[in-house]
């Protein structure tokens, strides 16, 4: 592609940029390394030394400022009555004489430092500080050639004959090129332009709206408040400068309310300080823009905090959706595990095995239902174990019962796990009577058959736990579980029998009805009482 004469502007301003940031970098680290070298002589207590290097910061201080002010001193010169080679003069005696200084007092103080107190290491930072300011006293005139605006490419690349500079211009150059550009987002936002300015506002309305965006205007700090209450917004162009609220005190009101937080922010201002910028940064902006303002800038500004807006909406959105799964599989899991359980999984626990001296176990089967079962349908059987299991798990709910698990048409419950409860056991048959309540209650709606369950209750340890990884459930083990399931068993249809373990702990709230010593498969014989529900009136209570 054929060299353009934009082509040759730009790689003489990429050329000054290199040789500005190649000269800088050395009055940078010479005024850097002072600083240190005074505060380690200060530490040092080497006061033989110290005078000279205050006078060598001093110096360094003074070329850092000369180098930054060149631009400012050019134009001076430019303005008065100086012409061209006395302002370039003048500007090399002020350089040289600046790095004579600070070479001369350094040579001075490593003359005078001995090997003691640590001075190796003073001595050490001096050497550097010498080597940067020699070199940069051998560029003294590619410095002055670089403030002067006739310079052309030629000249300046001769004064900095840097392959590698060179080839970073070409390549940069190649990338700017049109048919390289970068990926644009030109999405079309909601826009808030604030400025008190009424041409101002016009003028960004109608250059925003031709660009595609749907653009709203405040002529104050307080009237973008009050539309923001009102609507919502993609992008906010806020003026610094405004007489009711100031742009910073509108940004500042912006970013603490969490309805506006998250909405870019570009300040507009004709102020171009730094303090301007850093403070409204600070403030939250995301941008910063100086008036008159380019307006191919102020487009790729505009789209970037756009396209920057797009994803975190996305991001909120994908998070929201995130809660909802993860609010969802803890319902599902407060419904297969004890809250305690789960919270202990989700703190990253993968192995719960548990022992518990004194619980109470609760097993509960319907009569007969096998082959009454037989008979229905399917939607008919699932229908007439969900009605009766619900009402069982709402009085478990509410009672602080733990379901266990049901095993077809038997229901197994604990109290006392997974924490303690003082009165775990008449707890348990306070839900054992709500049982029989709440099943004389759906038999007398008479939609169906009456059904009848039988309930078996016993009271001692356990070992409980979480078992399988694919579908995990909390289960209780031991020889309390197998009792309370073979007392269940040998109970009679509406009664509960319980051990003689459980009768104790309950003596004086119930009365029972002694069945004697009774053999239970596996356990052999063991004494079992039926408790005597209390009057119906009561007993309808319990639901």
Excluded at 77 to 102: K, M, P
Excluded at 113 to 124: E, F, H, I, T, V
Excluded at 217 to 232: P, T, V
Excluded at 397 to 422: F, N, W
Aim: with cysteine.
């Amino acid at each position: 592609m054929a060299r353009t004469m934009v082509d040759a502007e730009f790689e003489r301003r990429a050329a000054l940029a290199i040789i500005w940031q190649d000269l800088l970098m050395p009055v940078r680290a010479i005024r850097g390394y002072q600083e240190i070298i005074v505060e380690e002589g200060q530490r040092l207590r080497l006061d033989d030394v110290l005078p000279y290097l205050h006078q060598v910061l001093t110096a360094a201080r003074a070329l850092s400022d000369l180098v930054d002010r060149i631009v400012d001193i050019k134009a001076d010169a430019q303005a008065g009555s100086d012409d061209g080679a006395s302002f370039q003069a003048r500007l090399r005696h002020d350089l040289r004489t600046s790095l004579n200084a600070i070479i001369g007092y350094s040579e001075m103080v490593l003359e005078d430092l001995d090997g003691s107190n640590g001075a190796d290491a003073l001595r050490a930072d001096i050497e550097k500080l010498l080597i940067a300011a020699r070199q940069l006293l051998n560029r003294i005139d590619a410095i002055v050639d670089l403030s002067r605006g006739d310079a052309d490419r030629g000249d300046i690349v001769r004064s900095h004959p840097d392959a590698a500079a060179e080839a970073a211009i070409v390549s940069l150059l190649r990338s700017l090129r049109p048919g390289n550009d970068l990926p644009k987002y030109n999405e079309a936002g909601r826009i808030l332009v604030v400025d008190d300015n009424a041409t101002n506002r016009d003028l960004l309305r109608r250059r925003l709206m031709h660009e595609g965006h749907e653009v709203f205007k405040a002529s104050s700090g307080r009237e973008a408040m009050s539309i923001l209450n009102q609507d919502r917004f993609d992008l906010i162009l806020l003026d610094l400068l405004m007489p009711d609220m100031n742009g910073i005190e509108v940004l500042e009101q912006l970013k603490l309310d969490e309805r506006w937080h998250s909405i870019p922010v570009i300040m507009i201002s004709g102020l171009s300080e730094t303090d301007a910028v850093i403070r409204c940064i600070e403030a939250g902006a995301d941008d910063y823009l100086p008036k008159p303002f380019d307006h191919v800038l102020l487009r790729a500004r505009i789209n970037t905090c756009l396209e920057r807006k797009r994803w975190h909406d996305r991001e909120q959105s994908y998070l929201a959706q995130l809660k909802v799964e993860k609010d969802r599989s803890e319902a599902l899991l407060r419904n297969i595990l004890p809250g305690p359980v789960m919270m202990r999984l989700n703190a990253g626990e993968t192995f719960i095995a548990d022992r518990f001296e004194n619980v109470s176990i609760l097993f509960a089967d319907l009569v007969e239902f096998t082959p009454t079962a037989a008979l229905m349908t399917p939607s008919r059987l699932v229908d007439r174990l969900n009605r009766v299991f619900s009402h069982f798990d709402r009085l478990a709910l509410r009672l602080g019962v733990e379901k266990i698990k049901t095993i077809g048409d038997a229901y197994m419950a604990a109290t006392g796990l997974p924490e303690s409860q003082p009165d775990h056991t008449g707890l348990i048959a306070e839900f054992g009577l709500g049982m029989l309540a709440a099943l004389e209650q759906i038999n007398g709606t008479g939609e169906h058959s009456p059904l009848q369950i039988r309930i078996g209750i016993h009271t001692g340890p356990v070992v409980a736990g979480i078992i399988g990884h694919h579908k995990f459930t909390y289960d209780v083990w031991g020889d309390t579980v197998n009792v309370a399931s073979r007392l269940e068993a040998g109970s009679l249809p509406g009664r509960i029998q319980v051990s003689k373990a459980a009768r104790q702990v309950l003596a004086g709230r119930y009365n029972f009805e002694s069945r004697g010593r009774i053999n239970l498969k596996g356990r052999g014989s063991m004494e079992a009482f039926l408790l005597i529900p209390p009057d119906i009136q009561d007993l309808d209570q319990l639901t």
